[in-house]
């Protein structure tokens, strides 16, 4: 088994030299903050200043206006942090953002309700088959599995994520 996974392993890197690093869809460049634009349903990775790549997404299932309350199937709009990695989601991976903020909390508090948590950057629900095409979630970020492959290897926590109308 050690031997073929090897191989394996040989066998990629020798493709991926051979060909263009777009076509092999690598970003050259450090990703230093996460950019999602709401309205545009796409996440940008930006590194020095530049979108090095931008991914379609998926939101809440009710996406105009910022997350306020638990339930309300918004996202949240505003300035936070990837602040934590699952491995074991009950989604093809999943990348945590650190909603509710102290403001967040307070704004709900305000109102007597509840801010919600638990908002993340993820794949398609395991056992799912394909891609779901309209805004599904409960307020997280959604992308194909391929995306969160790729978003999950190059995205550190700690990393900011700008999150806008």
């Known amino acids: 088994m050690q031997d073929f996974t090897r191989r394996a392993f040989i066998g990629a890197a020798v493709s991926l030299l051979v060909l263009p690093a777009e076509a092999r869809g690598l970003i050259s460049g450090r990703v230093d903050r996460i950019q999602v634009r709401k309205a545009q349903r796409q996440l940008d990775l930006v590194g ?46 999943s990348l945590g953002v650190s909603y509710p903020t102290p403001e967040d909390r307070a704004y709900a508090a305000s109102r007597g309700r509840a801010p919600g948590g638990e908002i993340f950057i993820h794949g398609q629900p395991n056992g799912h088959r394909g891609t779901i095409r309209r805004d599904w979630t409960r307020g997280c970020i959604a992308v194909s599995n391929a995306d969160m492959d790729e978003i999950w290897r190059l995205v550190p926590v700690g990393c900011p994520i700008h999150i806008h109308a």
């Open 48 to 93: 020095q200043g530049r979108v090095l790549k931008s991914y379609e997404i998926r939101l809440g299932a009710r996406p105009v206006g910022p997350k306020r309350f638990q339930s309300d199937m918004r996202t949240p709009e505003g300035a936070y942090r990837i602040d934590r990695r699952n491995p074991r989601s009950a989604f093809h991976l």
